[in-house]
């Protein structure tokens, strides 16, 4: 393919892009397939001649398109948003045509230096502490992961050096394995599993700090698990908060929380992948409070700020921190302008030496859409959660189960988790919506998260019909067969 053909099927791709974005709500929202289903459609070994792009271009329908799960169809209620817009799109066109991998500011100055300001221009519209924006001379700053999960791990890891450091200076006597095995971890038991996966790769205990009746952690609940392990002789060093918990979007008491781990000398990482992008509007900033006692915070702009994936936003108060973990300079990587301060290399801030120009993305959608274009957006999403929500509470059949803040709503039938599996079976079986369950104690969850960027106040209703359809029917079948048992 020369430039010539490129320019001609690349305006087809994006035709098609935006053929299947505008009329994404008429494809099923989850596909028909079942595992296995790709293989005998394509060939078993890769052609030896080269195929045209009409070959290749046909096969998406047919062989693609049909295992596709549509994340950004209006009838998609599942998991968290991933966020997407045209202006991201464009900018990752453009991110994937200059092509850097910019693991060094000379690497691609441009590369490090727009993602150096865009976290700052993001820190800023969610009002985060001055310490966590570099500024010009600031110590701390922020950087863009592939995702929370890594965000998460990158500060575990930073914790465990320092502290391993800590420890060693004033105890010279202990080696590195005898402090590592007394280290301990922290989060609350409605944490994202992906908190307990970072300790395992860090190769560290993890302890679940219990939540209370509103699925938050509290202060007493910490310092009780922290004392316990210290009259133990074990090392209390990292505690990941969250703030809005996959399960059901609650948020841990930071302001009880934070002092408890300056006091412990425990590193506070703050998990807010999906609600952070709510503390753009200043009504929910306040559920960011007690961020000023973090060491790093973390949220993914690409569930819910309009950014494609990946592109998860973490800021640290020191990235000295961060830097003394991971940093190993091979000759090949120096460069001479990496000593004056003013120059970030941003693979001593992540796990791979590569990174995309994932900060096109940003600047792209934050200027397109401005700051009131993006919090209208994160409100429409959050009163179609409270209409969804008053559409439940007027069915006495069913009960909400968590505090509807922003724009997950957790509900189900009042009854027994057989039946509300059942309820679910029904409505991913129908296909015409798809939801996904969570566990909050013993009670089998439904999950009704406002995902999509064009929904709108029809589809809920739709939404809401087909559900309750459903349940009269389940119910029908239920009460037979119970009388007949």
């Known amino acids: 393919m020369d430039a010539a053909e490129f320019r001609k099927r690349g305006k087809e791709m994006v035709d098609y892009v935006a053929d299947y974005l505008e009329k994404i709500e008429k494809r099923q929202v989850f596909p028909d397939v079942e595992p296995g289903y790709l293989r005998p459609l ?182 009780k698990v922290l004392d316990e392990d210290k009259a133990a002789g074990l090392i209390p060093f990292f505690f990941c908060a969250t703030l809005g918990t996959t399960s059901c979007c609650s948020f841990d008491k930071l302001l009880e929380l934070g002092p408890i781990c300056n006091k412990e000398n425990i590193w506070m990482h703050i998990d807010a992948a999906y609600a952070g992008s709510a503390f753009i509007c200043p009504e929910f900033r306040h559920l960011l409070n007690g961020v000023e006692f973090a060491d790093s915070f973390n949220f993914n702009p690409h569930k819910w700020l309009l950014v494609n994936f990946d592109c998860s936003a973490m800021w640290v108060k020191k990235r000295s921190d961060l830097i003394g973990a991971f940093k190993l300079e091979p000759l090949y990587l120096q460069h001479h302008h990496q000593e004056s301060g003013l120059v970030t290399d941003y693979r001593h801030w992540q796990i791979p030496l590569g990174r995309r120009f994932r900060s096109l993305k940003l600047w792209f959608v934050l200027r397109m859409y401005g700051v009131k274009g993006l919090q209208e957006h994160i409100r429409k999403h959050i009163r179609l959660s409270h209409q969804f929500e008053n559409l439940v509470l007027q069915d006495e059949r069913f009960e909400i189960c968590a505090k509807v803040v922003l724009g997950l709503v957790c509900f189900r039938l009042k009854g027994s988790n057989e039946l509300n599996e059942a309820l679910l079976k029904s409505i991913n079986d129908a296909k015409k ?53």
Not at 43 to 72: L, N, R, Y
Not at 117 to 125: Q, T
Not at 467 to 472: D, R
């Open 42 to 223: 394509i060939a078993d070994c890769a052609p030896q001649d080269p195929e045209s792009f009409e070959d290749v271009f046909k096969d998406i329908e047919k062989i693609i398109m049909p295992g596709v799960t549509h994340w950004h169809s209006p009838y998609f209620f599942a998991y968290f948003p991933a966020a997407s817009s045209f202006p991201a799109l464009l900018a990752d066109m453009l991110c994937g045509g200059i092509g850097c991998v910019g693991f060094s500011w000379a690497a691609s100055p441009a590369c490090t230096e727009l993602e150096t300001v865009m976290l700052d221009w993001l820190g800023k519209m969610v009002n985060l502490p001055e310490e966590f924006l570099a500024g010009k001379d600031g110590q701390g700053g922020g950087v863009i992961q592939g995702s929370a999960s890594e965000a998460t791990l990158i500060a575990l890891l930073a914790a465990r050096t320092k502290i391993i450091r800590q420890v060693q200076s004033e105890k010279p006597e202990l080696t590195e394995a005898e402090i590592m095995g007394r280290l301990v971890a922290y989060a609350s038991d409605q944490a994202h599993s992906s908190v307990e996966r970072a300790a395992l790769i860090g190769a560290v205990k993890i302890k679940n700090v219990p939540s209370d009746d509103t699925f938050s952690v509290c202060g007493s609940a910490l310092k």
């Open 433 to 485: 919506i798809h939801l996904v369950p969570c566990h909050l104690r013993e009670k089998f969850v439904l999950r009704f998260a406002i995902c999509s960027r064009t929904v709108e106040s029809t589809h809920i209703k739709f939404a809401w019909q087909h559900i309750s359809q459903l349940a009269t029917d389940l119910l029908k079948t239920w009460e037979q067969n119970h009388h007949q048992q």
